[in-house]
């Protein structure tokens, strides 16, 4: 049972990897080309985000202020 479980294994791993996905993803390389256009992308997402945490911070202090309770 065991040994035809591990036949049926090993078939379907070798179909799998000679199949035209596999082989094409393979293909790919890496490339420099765009790292700059990459890395500029994730600053503006860097800053997008420390601009809505600050805009989330101020919002809070100032709702803070006005509902707090006087002495």
Do not use: P, R
Request: with cysteine.
């Amino acid at each position: 049972m065991f040994n035809t479980l591990a036949k049926t294994v090993e078939t379907t791993v070798t179909e799998v990897a000679t199949s035209e996905v596999v082989t094409e993803a393979a293909k790919i390389g890496f490339s420099t080309d765009n790292v700059q256009e990459a890395l500029l992308c994730s600053v503006a997402g860097m800053v997008g985000i420390f601009i809505v945490v600050g805009i989330i911070i101020l919002s809070v202090s100032v709702l803070n202020k006005i509902g707090a309770k006087k002495k």
